[in-house]
């Protein structure tokens, strides 16, 4: 029998938190984590704080602040070398247990009167150190155990532990520290991390992380793979928001120099110090709490995020002016607690928001770096500061608010400017989803971006809703909730979808009724949709409400159910088993047999691939394997999609040979797109392993473009080198459709002029030998041959007129990945323009556009190429050397185009010219079979002829 005490807790925390049955316990155990590390580290910094200030004094703060900073950033390489290498699980284990074990050595030498001196200063060092790794690497966990979705849903649920946990800490240690001592807490501290070991092995174990699939954990770890320092630079946006968060954390250095020196000359003794610094960090995280409890999302919301962000400084800028006039500790009070309450609540929500338009992939591979590295550096910097300013000049404590004032200035400064630029992010993202070029644009030059997505998703077209539905994602403000709900009544299927999935991250407001009525829609996407919305904000036992819909007589809904159910419980095996969706997926493959219309089993089919595709359930795995010989095109097309959705590595294969089935391709790519970035390896392996593939090769660049990392780019630029070139041309195509969404990557600007300058040279020479071959046509030709040979020609000259075309589309392309995409694109189109005055424009903008060494080999080139026809004088000006008959066709004999090699051979033997002989006889023993077989022939008929 189910315990109504845990049953009535689990209706609470579903209808607060969204905690679903299965999750229960692991969001709990997560949960437990976090208090035990926060509660921790609330109570071994006060210690480490109060012995540090006890036995070596506040002057020794600023060297302490360096010294930080220079271990933090020696620490976070090792430590990021080490997640690439290593299994997480060892690392979080070593991690702990190093610490459990400090924490006691530092209590015996504490006891000892050993902990003076350069030990002390470890101590300090190495709790700054603990409160940075234990946290990134709790956060890192937490996003292997549960899935996008799931964390939506449970993270502020399992974030309430850290609050509850800071809050716990610090008063337990204001009431043990006069009782049991200091070097007593530590013990207690290594206890309470203690019991994190268990913990994680059984978080590790419930999480079924250890068999997780390699593509699981790639797609949730999000292991940045370029320097985060390069994404910042190149982004004007994330550098201010870098400069943002360094700044206050100087000032936050600065303030909490200012409190920690008034405390310890008010209070001398280091238990009771202890005990203070407890009980005010405690009060400092209630303060949090109720601010972003009852003032955050209000504040913010009525007066927009760029004001929100100046909350925090101005709060400082007030508390500083009070301490430089009032020295005292209630000053110091006062200006620690603006600092630890706005910092996590109205200053936090500010930084969240404006860090909205950044795409999700960089925010991702930004975050621990600004939060470790800038974090560390800017620590460093505070304690530079003050050796200077108070060991160097001695300045006062109070004085030291001259700095805050004046470091407060220019965090205002790049508020304003991160305003500025996150208006205009967010109005270009917008702009970008615009359908038609004539559309009155939307007018967005407001300050609060809820009332940018709210005109978005009542005023916008089509992409632009998709867009701010993506957006509102990520922020879940429920006064968006309204404007999100009527779009559950709008033409479009993929809106009406898209906006069911996002209503589905609103707690406490739901649409329940609604989604009950659009399991009846016709599109099949808005009914999985409504079912998954129902799953999650059910008002009656799931089980009983699926299995009312699994056995649904109409066969869509009860299709729909299970696909939605499928997707649900992936990662939930406990409400998967109550479920039984092992049972419902069994039950439905046997009754497949039995369905004897054709359509309605096709259907049916359908389905199951989709269920089995997102179930997790390796058991139906030869369902999916069977369908791909399937008759039906529709089931195999079904059958890839699932078998990507699998994320099993056992499919890839099979999946990147559908590549070059031409009505199965789409759905291939597709497939191998869902295994994320994990998939490059695979594709890199393959293109080493199957180097002639070339029908399936060329379908790798579309793959790749998705994923706007550094491997991709380097794998496309290898695939540039590929001696096929419809593989060089789709490998261009998508390199300069990731640098217009990802310019921070390295896109080899030394290669990119190399390879600029050999298509230059390629354009020339098969300038030069079109040249030759019209000359020819004109006036060379035999009169009794003209017909054919004037046939065969013409065929060559056009297809060297196309290779001289894509040449030129090809230069450009290079130069949109050295220059600006959009204008060498303008510049592009503008030069097939009919009107003489805007090609004119064009070659001017490219003449200013261009560096020197670039200019002087293109200009010429691209203006040859705008001509209607070529002379002697356009070959003489580009100093191009003029290759007599048989060297034309020498060259162009041995280029890998083999239309060109054909169209050659072709016009050899209807020239039947001796001239040539030695050439075709070269070819007649040619590796290419097609290729021998017509020069022998061509040879064959010249001694007929004889």
């Known amino acids: 029998m189910t315990n109504p005490v845990l049953?009535?807790?689990?209706?609470i925390l579903q209808h607060t938190f969204g905690v679903r049955e299965g999750e229960l316990l692991r969001a709990l155990l997560m949960q437990a984590n976090i208090f035990l590390l926060i509660s921790t580290l609330l109570m071994v910094k006060p210690t480490a704080n109060a012995l540090f200030l006890d036995k070596i004094g506040v002057e020794g703060l600023p060297i302490a602040f360096v010294l930080v900073a220079v271990f933090a950033a020696f620490i976070s390489i090792v430590y990021s070398r080490a997640l690439n290498k290593s299994s997480l699980n060892q690392i979080i284990k070593k991690t702990l247990l190093s610490s459990v074990s400090a924490l006691i050595v530092f209590a015996f030498l504490l006891k000892l009167n050993f902990l003076e001196g350069w030990v002390l200063y470890f101590f300090y060092i190495w709790v700054s150190l603990f409160a940075v790794l234990s946290a990134s690497q709790f956060w890192i966990l937490a996003n292997l155990v549960f899935n996008a979705r799931e964390a939506k849903r449970l993270f502020s649920f399992i974030g309430a532990g850290a609050i509850a946990g800071g809050i716990f800490g610090g008063y337990l240690t204001t009431l043990l520290a006069p009782l049991i001592g200091s070097e007593n807490l530590l013990f207690v501290c290594a206890a309470f991390l203690g019991l994190c070991l268990p913990i994680n092995r059984s978080i590790w174990k419930r999480g079924q992380l250890a068999e997780s699939a390699h593509f699981k954990r790639e797609k949730r770890m999000k292991i940045p793979t370029r320097h985060p320092f390069k994404l910042i630079r190149q982004s004007e946006h994330l550098s201010y928001l870098a400069s943002i968060i360094g700044i206050s954390v100087i000032v936050a250095k600065l303030v909490d120099y200012q409190f920690s020196a008034m405390a310890a000359e008010a209070i001398p003794d280091p238990d009771e110090l202890a005990a203070f610094f407890g009980f005010w960090f405690s009060n400092f995280n209630v303060a949090s709490l109720l601010i972003q409890l009852f003032l955050t999302s209000r504040l913010v919301g009525v007066l927009g995020v760029g004001t929100a962000l100046f909350f925090l400084p101005a709060g400082i800028l007030l508390g500083a002016s009070i301490l430089f006039f009032v020295p005292e500790l209630w000053a110091a009070v006062f200006i620690k607690l603006i600092d630890g309450s706005l910092k996590q609540s109205i200053n936090k929500a500010g930084i969240e928001l404006i860090a909205l338009p950044i795409p999700v992939e960089i925010k991702n591979q930004t975050k621990t770096y600004i939060d470790v590295f800038v974090d560390s550096v800017a620590t460093g910097v505070s304690g530079l500061i003050l050796i200077f300013f108070v060991s160097g000049l001695n300045l006062s404590t109070a004085a030291i608010s001259i700095i805050i004032v004046l470091l407060v200035a220019l965090w205002i400064y790049f508020v304003v400017r991160i305003r500025d630029a996150y208006l205009k992010s967010f109005k270009n993202k917008v702009e970008l989803a615009s359908e038609s070029p004539q559309k009155t644009p939307l007018s967005l030059s407001i300050e609060s971006i809820l009332d940018g997505l709210s005109k978005v998703l009542q005023k916008g077209n089509d992409k632009q809703i998709l867009y701010a539905l993506r957006k509102l994602k990520e922020i879940q403000d429920h006064r968006l909730f309204e404007s999100a709900r009527l779009l559950l009544k709008h033409p479009s299927p993929d809106i009406?979808?898209?906006?069911?999935?996002?209503?589905?991250y609103f707690k406490n407001q739901t649409v329940y009724e609604e989604a009950r009525q659009m399991i009846h829609d016709p599109s099949q996407k808005v009914k999985i949709a409504a079912f998954e919305y129902l799953i999650e904000h059910?008002?009656?036992?799931v089980v009983e409400l699926m299995e009312r819909f699994l056995n649904d007589p109409n066969e869509k809904v009860s299709s729909a159910a299970l696909?939605?159910?499928a997707k649900e419980t992936r990662d939930n095996f406990v409400l998967k088993t109550r479920i039984n969706l092992e049972e419902s997926i069994g039950k439905r493959i046997q009754q497949l047999e039995k369905i004897q219309v054709d359509n309605l089993k096709s259907f049916q089919h359908i389905g199951l691939l989709k269920a089995i595709g997102y179930s997790d359930l390796p058991l139906f795995y030869p369902f999916i394997r069977a369908s791909f010989s399937h008759k039906n095109k529709g089931i195999v097309k079904q059958s890839i999609l699932a078998a990507g959705n699998t994320l099993n590595a056992t499919f890839i294969s099979p999946i990147i040979n559908y590549l070059e089935v031409e009505k199965l391709n789409g759905a291939a790519k597709q497939a191998l797109i869902v295994y994320g970035q994990g998939i490059i390896p695979e594709l890199i392996k393959?293109?080493?392993?199957?180097?002639?593939?070339?029908?399936?090769?060329?379908h790798f660049p579309a793959i790749l473009e998705h994923f706007p990392i550094q491997p991709a780019v380097d794998f496309l630029f290898k695939l540039l080198d590929w001696e096929d070139g419809s593989v060089r041309l789709t490998a261009l195509v998508s390199l300069n459709n990731l640098k217009s969404k990802a310019t921070h990557l390295n896109?080899?600007?030394?290669?990119?002029?190399?390879?600029?300058?050999e298509e230059a040279q390629l354009f020339q020479n098969t300038l030069s030998i079109l040249y030759v071959q019209t000359t020819v046509q004109e006036g060379k030709m035999p009169p009794e041959k003209v017909e054919k040979q004037d046939s065969a020609r013409k065929r060559l000259i056009q297809l060297l007129e196309n290779r001289l075309d894509r040449h030129l589309e090809r230069i450009f392309r290079l130069l949109g990945l050295r220059y600006p995409p959009a204008d060498v694109l303008y510049i592009y189109q503008s030069l097939h323009s009919e009107q003489t005055d805007i090609r004119v424009s064009a070659l001017e903008f490219l003449d200013n556009l261009l560096e020197t060494s670039l200019k002087k080999v293109l200009i010429p080139i691209i203006e040859t190429a705008v001509l209607d026809t070529i002379s002697a004088e356009t070959i003489r000006e580009l100093k191009v050397k003029i290759p007599n008959e048989e060297e034309c066709f020498g060259m162009l004999l041995k280029d890998a185009d083999m239309k060109v090699k054909m169209a050659v051979l072709d016009l050899l033997a209807e020239l039947s010219d001796p001239?040539?002989?030695r050439l075709i006889a070269f070819y007649s023993q040619s590796a290419n079979k097609k290729i021998r077989n017509i020069a022998q022939r061509i040879l064959l008929d010249q001694e007929k002829k004889d």
């Open 747 to 757: 896109f080899h600007p030394r290669d990119i002029i190399i390879r600029i300058m």
């Open 496 to 504: 009406k979808a898209a906006a069911l999935q996002t209503l589905y």
């Open 563 to 565: 696909v939605s159910l």
């Open 915 to 917: 001239r040539f002989t």
């Open 7 to 11: 049953e009535a807790l689990r209706k």
């Open 538 to 541: 059910k008002s009656e036992d």
């Open 686 to 698: 393959y293109a080493q392993d199957h180097p002639d593939e070339v029908k399936i090769i060329k």
